[in-house]
């Protein structure tokens, strides 16, 4: 049986789409600002009883990507990027160096 927490971290559903921004956001992983005009990484899910909603730059989008490689493709919650990184010792120019 999965615990609250498990659940929380795995999505009932998730939807994945990359619009350009129509106005400024801020990115839930650097805390940057999305500006007018650039592409971004947009989900929306259900995690747990929670409805929710992320707005990524595409940077912290590739960041991600090859860190959750990093860690053998474990739950990485959003916003808990930059401090998982500094928990594993791991920095954004190695993760880019990766192929």
Same mark, same amino acid.
């Given at each position: 049986?999965?615990?609250?927490?498990?659940?929380?971290?795995?999505?009932?559903?998730? &939807?994945?789409?990359?619009?350009?921004?129509?106005?400024?956001?801020?990115?839930? /992983?650097?805390?940057?600002?999305?500006?007018?005009? /650039?592409?971004?990484?947009?989900?929306?899910?259900?995690?747990?009883?929670?409805?929710?909603?992320?707005?990524?730059?595409?940077?912290?989008?590739?960041?991600?990507? &090859?860190?959750?490689?990093?860690?053998?493709? /474990?739950?990485?919650?959003?916003?808990?990027? &930059?401090?998982?990184?500094?928990?594993?010792?791991?920095?954004?120019?190695?993760?880019?160096?990766?192929?």
């Amino acid at each position: 049986m999965k615990t609250e927490t498990e659940d929380a971290l795995v999505p009932k559903y998730v &939807r994945t789409t990359n619009p350009t921004a129509h106005k400024s956001h801020e990115c839930c /992983e650097c805390l940057g600002t999305i500006n007018v005009g /650039e592409k971004y990484e947009y989900v929306t899910g259900l995690w747990g009883t929670k409805h929710d909603w992320f707005r990524t730059c595409l940077d912290c989008t590739l960041v991600r990507a &090859r860190f959750s490689r990093y860690i053998n493709y /474990e739950e990485l919650p959003f916003g808990s990027l &930059r401090e998982r990184m500094r928990k594993e010792k791991v920095t954004e120019s190695e993760l880019l160096a990766m192929p």
